[in-house]
């Protein structure tokens, strides 16, 4: 069974950094593709930056050059590095992860229950 945790949010002004985590078992991080995603209520949810189990990696283009997706093999992690922060990044952020397809479908069969970015003024 697949469980994704989320960790690293709170609250931050605008400008600051902030780096999520995400620690999976049950699943191997380098095994598929893994994402972040983040919603806020009425919007529809947005996949922010995706990494293939290669290592190639995509970004949303609201958050590149701004955002980093990485991941530790060793610990079975994967990280959300987020710098610049604005307040349009307020969001409830989500990992996911699934096979490669699930990259470029952005379909992913296992999800984290979330952290919660606020970026205030």
């Known amino acids: 069974q697949v469980q994704l945790v989320e960790s690293g949010g709170g609250s931050v002004q605008t400008g600051g950094s902030l780096t999520l985590s995400c620690a999976a078992s049950?699943?191997?991080?380098?095994?598929?593709?893994m994402g972040w995603f983040r919603q806020t209520p009425g919007r529809e949810r947005e996949l922010v930056a995706r990494i293939w189990s290669g290592g190639t990696t995509l970004y949303a283009a609201s958050v590149k050059g701004r955002f980093i997706i990485s991941r530790d093999n060793a610990k079975n992690k994967m990280f959300l590095q987020m710098k610049s922060l604005k307040l349009e990044d307020t969001a409830m952020y989500y990992c996911a992860a699934g096979p490669d397809w699930t990259c470029t479908s952005k379909d992913f069969p296992d999800w984290g229950q979330g952290t919660q970015v606020t970026v205030s003024s």
């Open positions: 049950g699943y191997t991080v380098s095994s598929g593709c």
